[in-house]
């Protein structure tokens, strides 16, 4: 006759305080001293003099009226946004169909695909804005191209030193960070919802336009403001490829904290570009919950 036994419940997995600390402790330190202390600094600058002290006693909003009163930042600012939103734009249009390849159509290639897709980040970020002044310039690849084949006699500054540059090659840069989160949000698409669309005799367009793009769109959102962040700051493209007309407001800012030496103002402008940047997230993440309350 079996006996049977009665399963004893497992003792459940608590987990000391002093452990949680320990676990806790060397992220809450880098993420004080590296993130919210510097940012912190940041802010307090801003409201400073440029008095050759740091850490003096008087504080002034004097940088942060010259931001809001002086066009020349607002002028700046707005191109910055402009050519940030450009880039984005360009970046995810032409990312978004890698991605869907790769989530629907790569099969055994997949891996090998996205080693490709990561291979730019094995090379350094100014070496490929570097390759891309060469592809442009007066003398360079493109220019030597147009010429071979006919099509004009002489070269043309219309490449280099001009917002498009600034545009083309921040897009090139940044594919892979708009890639791989929209590739993420479609591979997560359950493939049933597809078959059920076929099933309902939806065509491919149709399935695509009602049950892909919709679902996908929080890749889309991810992508679209991993990109804007960092370039709207962008000062590295500007200063290789864009001319007087490519400034952006990073340029100034780097300025600042070099040749002008004036760190407070320097602080100022970066503060409200934040602060511009914090706008834009709000909306993103609006934009977002919109999205998802509607799947």
Not at 70 to 97: E, F, H
Not at 128 to 150: H, Q
Not at 197 to 222: C, E, H, K, Q, Y
Request: charged share 10%; net charge positive; aromatic share 12%.
């Amino acid at each position: 006759m079996s006996t049977i036994v009665a399963a004893r419940p497992l003792p459940e997995n608590r987990v000391s305080p002093v452990f949680r600390f320990a676990m806790l402790l060397p992220g809450g330190l880098v993420t004080f001293f590296l993130i919210l202390f510097a940012l912190g600094l940041v802010v307090f600058l801003a409201f400073r003099g440029n008095d050759g002290s740091l850490l003096g006693v008087g504080l002034t909003a004097e940088n942060f009226l010259t931001v809001a009163t002086d066009p020349l930042y607002w002028t700046v600012t707005l191109r910055s946004l402009v050519i940030a939103g450009l880039v984005t734009l360009a970046t995810v249009v032409t990312a978004y169909p890698v991605a869907y390849y790769l989530a629907f159509h790569a099969g055994r290639r997949r891996n090998l695909l996205l080693f490709l897709v990561t291979l730019p980040f094995w090379t350094s970020y100014l070496l490929r804005v570097f390759a891309w002044k060469i592809v442009l310039a007066y003398n360079g690849v493109l220019n030597s191209a147009f010429i071979e084949t006919g099509l004009w006699s002489q070269p043309t500054l219309a490449f280099l030193n001009t917002p498009a540059a600034v545009v083309v090659t921040l897009a090139h840069a940044y594919a892979p960070f708009a890639i791989l989160p929209i590739y993420v949000a479609l591979d997560t698409i359950p493939k049933s919802l597809l078959e059920a669309a076929s099933d309902l005799g939806a065509r491919p367009f149709t399935s695509f336009r009602r049950v892909v793009l919709p679902n996908s769109m929080p890749g889309v959102l991810a992508a679209a403001l991993v990109v804007f962040v960092p370039t709207v700051g962008d000062y590295v493209t500007p200063a290789m490829v864009g001319g007087p007309a490519s400034t952006m407001i990073g340029t100034l800012i780097q300025s600042q904290f070099g040749k002008a030496n004036d760190w407070p103002f320097g602080a100022a402008l970066s503060v409200c570009v934040m602060l511009v940047i914090l706008c834009v997230v709000l909306v993103t993440r609006g934009a977002d919950r919109r999205f998802g309350s509607r799947r």
